[in-house]
T-cell receptor
Framework: KAGVTQTPRYLIKTRGQQVTLSCSPI?????VSWYQQTPGQGLQFLFE???????NKGNFPGRFSGRQFSNSRSEMNVSTLELGDSALYLC?????????????FGPGTRLTVL | GENVEQHPSTLSVQEGDSAVIKCTYS??????FPWYKQELGKRPQLIID?????GEKKDQRIAVTLNKTAKHFSLHITETQPEDSAVYFC????????FGAGTTVTVRA
C-alpha cells in the first residue's frame, strides 16, 4: 500500500497570506488528523476528520481550518498567516474505528512565514 | 487534563546500555498509549503501543510499561544501538492523541 502523502513539501509565504496544504491518506483509511510540529513544542493536535466531518478539534484559533473529501483526502487551510505559524505540518491517517489505533504519518509540509 | 509530561528531554547512553523514558498524564480517560520514533528529517513512526488493560508489552529490545494508578508509562530500550538515536515521543489518547514534547536519544558508539 502506498503511504500517506502530503503536498507541497515546502512552502514559503509572507505574513497575512493564506495557505492550503493537502494530505492523501493510506487507501482504506477514513480518519485524517493534522498536527503542528515546532522545536520544543512537540506535536500539537489541530483537528481530525472522519467521513468528511470534523470529529475532534485541538486548541488552535479559527484561522486554522480543514476539510475532508469523499475519497478521504484532506486539506488544511491557514488564513492571515503569522510568523509563529512557521512549522512542520504533519497529517496522519488511521483506520478510523472508534478505538484509537496506529496513526501513519505523512512526510509533512514545511511552512515558512516571512 | 490533556498534557503529557515527558522526561528526560535529552538522553545520552553508551552503546549497549539501556535507555528509559518516562511519561506522566492526568486524564483518567486515557486508554491508548503509543510511542513514536522520529529520525532526523523523517516522519514519526510507531514503535510500540499499549492499551489500558495491559501492564506491560515487549517487542524485541523495546518494552513499554503502564501504571494506570500512578498515571505514568515508560519506554525501555535495551542493548541500545547507534540506529536507536532519534527523537522519541510518547502519547496518550481516549478519542484523540496528545503527545509529549519528545526525548532526544543519542547512542554513543
Amino acid at each position: 500500500k502506498a503511504g500517506v502523502t502530503q503536498t507541497p513539501r515546502y512552502l514559503i509565504k509572507t505574513r497575512g497570506q493564506q495557505v492550503t496544504l493537502s494530505c492523501s491518506p493510506i487507501s482504506g483509511h477514513r480518519s485524517v488528523s493534522w498536527y503542528q510540529q515546532t522545536p520544543g513544542q512537540g506535536l500539537q493536535f489541530l483537528f481530525e476528520y472522519f467521513s468528511e466531518t470534523q470529529r475532534n478539534k485541538g486548541n488552535f484559533p479559527g484561522r486554522f481550518s480543514g476539510r475532508q473529501f469523499s475519497n478521504s483526502r484532506s486539506e488544511m487551510n491557514v488564513s492571515t498567516l503569522e510568523l509563529g505559524d512557521s512549522a512542520l505540518y504533519l497529517c496522519a491517517s488511521s483506520v478510523g474505528d472508534r478505538e484509537l489505533n496506529e496513526q501513519f504519518f505523512g512526510p509533512g509540509t514545511r511552512l515558512t512565514v516571512l | 487534563g490533556e498534557n503529557v509530561e515527558q522526561h528526560p528531554s535529552t538522553l545520552s547512553v553508551q552503546e549497549g546500555d539501556s535507555a528509559v523514558i518516562k511519561c506522566t498524564y492526568s486524564d483518567s480517560a486515557s486508554n491508548y498509549f503509543p510511542w513514536y520514533k522520529q529520525e532526523l528529517g523523517k516522519r514519526p513512526q510507531l514503535i510500540i503501543d499499549i492499551r489500558s488493560n495491559v501492564g506491560e508489552k515487549k517487542d524485541q529490545r523495546i518494552a513499554v510499561t503502564l501504571n494506570k494508578t500512578a498515571k505514568h508509562f515508560s519506554l525501555h530500550i535495551t542493548e541500545t544501538q547507534p540506529e536507536d538515536s532519534a527523537v522519541y515521543f510518547c502519547a496518550r489518547g481516549d478519542y484523540k492523541l496528545s503527545f509529549g514534547a519528545g526525548t532526544t536519544v543519542t547512542v554513543r558508539a
